[in-house]
């Protein structure tokens, strides 16, 4: 990596590891929170924006599906928990309207922003293909916060508590998921 390594940092082939596990974590848990989403908002006005961003996420998972095989790193030990809570967030934050579902995915897509930037300035230029691939999701994710607040994200009830809870709940994914 771009960056000096320090005594018990780990070697650049177990960073990269880490990084395809919890991107792949990450894209399983989105696709799970839209998922949610849409079994409460099949029918509302919101939902084909919540398809676009899903099928968007799909891709993204996609990716990181033939990544972990090609790099043969093992997906992160918490996919169930994944599956269940992602499913529950979106489903949960559905239920409170559709604005708090935007909310939901603002907040989600603003750490995975900073979390996706922070890759890419790990990664330097050591690994292009993958720094390219990151850079084109990070695009999306920017995208998906930014059409989840013109969609008033910002107007759902309680949405500064709603948004900081998702968000620590974000950062805590990602570090449990870089790990196990």
Not at 17 to 26: E, K, P, Q, Y
Not at 48 to 66: G, N
Not at 114 to 134: C, F, K, M, V
């Amino acid at each position: 990596m771009s960056t000096h390594r320090l005594p018990g940092d780990p070697s650049t082939r177990i960073a990269v590891a880490r990084m395809i596990r919890v991107d792949h974590a990450g894209e399983y848990g989105a696709r799970r929170i839209y998922d949610g989403q849409l079994a409460v908002l099949r029918r509302s006005r919101a939902s084909p924006v919540i398809r676009h961003m899903a099928r968007q996420e799909q891709k993204h998972l996609d990716t990181f599906d033939r990544l972990l095989v090609e790099r043969r790193v093992r997906p992160t030990l918490l996919s169930p928990l994944w599956h269940v809570a992602g499913y529950a967030l979106g489903a949960a934050s559905a239920l409170l309207g559709e604005r708090a579902a935007m909310a939901c995915t603002a907040a989600v897509e603003e750490v995975i922003d900073r979390h996706y930037q922070n890759q890419l300035n790990r990664l330097g230029e050591d690994e292009p293909a993958l720094a390219a691939t990151i850079a084109q999701f990070r695009g999306d994710e920017r995208e998906h916060r930014d059409t989840a607040l013109a969609q008033g994200a910002e107007d759902a009830p309680a949405y500064e508590p709603m948004t900081a809870f998702v968000k620590a709940g974000t950062r805590a994914a990602i570090w449990l998921s870089t790990r196990l």
